[in-house]
């Protein structure tokens, strides 16, 4: 048997191999089921013809390039030239066009650095945080964009160059709304939740109502379960009220001219979903794609709810602008798509139907996993010219000092699971990856923001050196590392653990390890004691030692690594034992819903994150 896969037209490997080298063959069967996923038959040759473009080229910027054909080259800003087969022309960065005589589909042509911008310092460190954990005494039950400033404002003052926070991403505002901010409606607009009402435009007007608002808003600070269905009614109350005084600012049109249809797109979308659910793919007929009979009439006579939609997005646009002023916020970009959401339902001709992506089973989790999160069809995405993933980007960026790309191995490939059929059913898809790379270096180089590829679980064979060629920063977490710090690379950003895994505490202390038991939650326990032990070297080797110091210890370890960016979690920071999310835990589980437990007021008094800040400095 071959002991590489191979890849057909359509982007499908026959084969893969898991984290112990076991082949695993792509039954027919799941061949099939992901074909028709793409919208094709089992049969059909090639993949067909569609969408705007007929090729992509990528080029480097400001470097000679030879014409494959004659015809009238079109540059993004609107200036045309003719060409000759052969010429040798000079593209300046961005995405032009090249129409030769007689076809009717454009080359688009990607004009990209190739490389991402690095951090603009040797040596950065910082924090990472859940925004929605992180609340002060004003928040109405969530952290909000007021936290972040005010997180910032703290990190600064510790010497900080950094802030990595999860995705801000929109849910589609119908209850119950969207815990995981993984699980996005839309990755190109923010979640309403996260606006800070106190500081909105027109809540100063907005009358005796909205202090009302607040006070059982911060009332819910009580609870360290978050409840986004409370929150969001008491926000879309406040928050009707203040549009109502400031739906004709100035500023909010200039936004909405500049944002243009995806803004417009995005806000009938939500519009609609409060008249008629959250699944697009329920609604009547003729509002289930953009460019259906109804939507327009529909968009006229619900204009002022779709004005109030758009104006919510201005008001984050304008609270994280200033949050992430003087400070790197890196922002995080999810993998996939909630098939339900604005983004599917403006894109669906471009996605998969009937399969979720995912990852096969590895050390951690050797039942494999199912993200639930829909995939764009490769051969369809580039047809399109990549504009939504430049559009995604993009957004991501826009107020960004650097970009976390979860799960960058799916630029790579991607593991499509068939729905109902279990990750044992999945194969993966690879999509144009010199291309996808090409637009993330031009994109991040016009936003000044460095790049982080999160390459955790089982990586391909030279995924990782083709990242550090392009400058995106690998990222190594300390308690997966078999070698010490001072062994990883330069190119990296490092920290001890993320999200997904036991904070210090609740892995020292078993806590995390006994909350899964009672979760019902598989665990490799044996991989759980290896984390436990690699945690102890880099403590020090006492294993008796108090949680925090060890905390300190380890941070003290990670400050060694010659790594580009150093990060430590606001929950190692403040000694919490439960992580954020437990991957496979039950509905009724807070997975994504537990605020931290000390106030932002009080980081200040706070021992253990400022001894944390000192051995992390010490390294920049």
């Known amino acids: 048997m071959s002991t590489r896969a191979v890849t057909d037209a359509w982007g499908i490997d026959d084969q893969y191999f898991d984290v112990q080298g076991a082949s695993h063959a792509l039954s027919h069967d799941a061949r099939g089921a992901l074909l028709r996923a793409m919208g094709l038959d089992p ?33 993004e800003d609107g200036s045309k030239t003719n060409v000759t087969a052969g010429q040798t022309v000079t593209l300046p960065l961005g995405y032009h066009e090249l129409r030769a005589a007689g076809t ?51 990190a ?48 100063s007007e907005a009358g005796p109502e909205v202090e009302r ?58 519009a609609l979903a409060e008249r008629h659910g959250r699944d697009w793919r329920t609604w009547p007929e003729d509002a289930r794609r953009p460019d259906a009979a109804g939507v327009e009439a529909f968009a006229h006579e619900q204009a002022p709810r779709v004005a109030f939609h758009a104006w919510l997005q201005w008001v984050l646009d304008a609270q994280l602008a200033d949050a992430a002023r003087d400070l790197a916020v890196v922002e995080d970009l999810p993998i996939g798509l909630d098939v339900e959401g604005a983004d599917a339902w403006c894109w669906q001709a471009l996605l998969a139907d009937d399969v979720s992506v995912g990852a096969p089973s590895d050390a951690l989790n050797p039942a494999g996993q199912d993200w639930g999160l829909t995939p764009f069809v490769p051969f369809r995405l580039r047809a399109a010219g990549y504009q939504p993933f430049i559009e995604t980007l993009r957004a991501t960026m826009r107020h960004a000092g650097g970009l976390r790309i979860d799960h960058v191995m799916g630029l790579f490939r991607l593991f499509w699971i068939p729905r109902g059929g279990g990750p044992e059913s999945g194969g993966f898809v690879r999509p144009r990856t010199d291309e996808l790379l090409a637009i993330v270096a031009l994109e991040s180089a016009r936003a ?173």
């Open 156 to 203: 600064r003052k510790q010497g900080a160059d950094a802030l990595l926070v999860n995705p801000l991403v929109a849910a589609t505002p119908v209850p119950p709304i969207e815990a995981s901010p993984y699980y996005p409606s839309s990755r190109r607009f923010m979640n309403p939740l996260y606006v800070c009402v106190d500081e909105a435009p027109g809540a």
């Open 448 to 620: 000044g923001a460095f790049v982080v590829g999160e390459d955790l679980g089982t990586v391909e064979d030279g995924v990782r050196e083709t990242l550090a060629k392009r400058q995106m920063l690998s990222y190594r977490l300390a308690i997966f590392e078999p070698n010490p710090p001072v062994e990883y690379p330069e190119l990296a950003l490092a920290s001890v653990t993320t999200h997904d895994l036991p904070t210090i505490v609740g892995l020292w202390t078993g806590a995390d390890l006994a909350r899964a038991r009672d979760a019902g939650v598989p665990q490799n326990e044996s991989g759980v004691a290896e984390l436990r032990r690699r945690l102890a070297t880099l403590a020090g080797g006492q294993d008796d030692q108090p949680a925090a110091m060890a905390a300190e210890k380890v941070h003290a370890s990670l400050a060694t690594s010659p790594c580009r960016v150093l990060l430590a979690t606001l929950e190692d920071a403040l000694g919490v034992e439960e992580r954020p999310n437990l991957p496979g835990a039950p509905a009724t589980f807070p997975n994504w819903s537990l605020a931290l437990p000390v106030v932002l007021d009080d980081f200040d008094a706070q021992e253990l994150p400022n001894r944390i800040a000192k051995a992390l400095a010490r390294a920049s």
């Open 104 to 154: 009717d589909k454009p080359v688009r042509v990607i004009a990209s650095p190739g490389r991402c911008p690095l951090p603009p310092k040797r040596r950065a460190w910082g924090w990472a945080a859940q925004l929605y954990a992180t609340r002060s005494r004003t928040s109405w039950g969530i952290g909000d964009l007021r936290d972040l400033r005010l997180l910032k404002d703290w």
């Open 43 to 75: 049969s059909d040759p090639k993949p067909p013809d569609v969408g705007p473009f007929g090729d992509v080229i990528v080029v480097m910027a400001e470097a000679p390039w030879t014409s494959p054909s004659a015809g009238e080259l079109r540059l």
């Open 213 to 270: 608002l607040a006070a059982e808003g911060r009332a819910l600070n009580a609870d360290r379960r978050i409840d986004r269905d409370v929150v969001f009614s008491l926000k879309m109350r406040a928050l009707e009220l203040c549009f109502a005084k400031s739906a004709r600012d100035s500023g909010f049109a200039a936004y909405r001219a500049q944002q243009g249809p995806p803004l417009q797109q995005f806000a009938i979308y939500c």
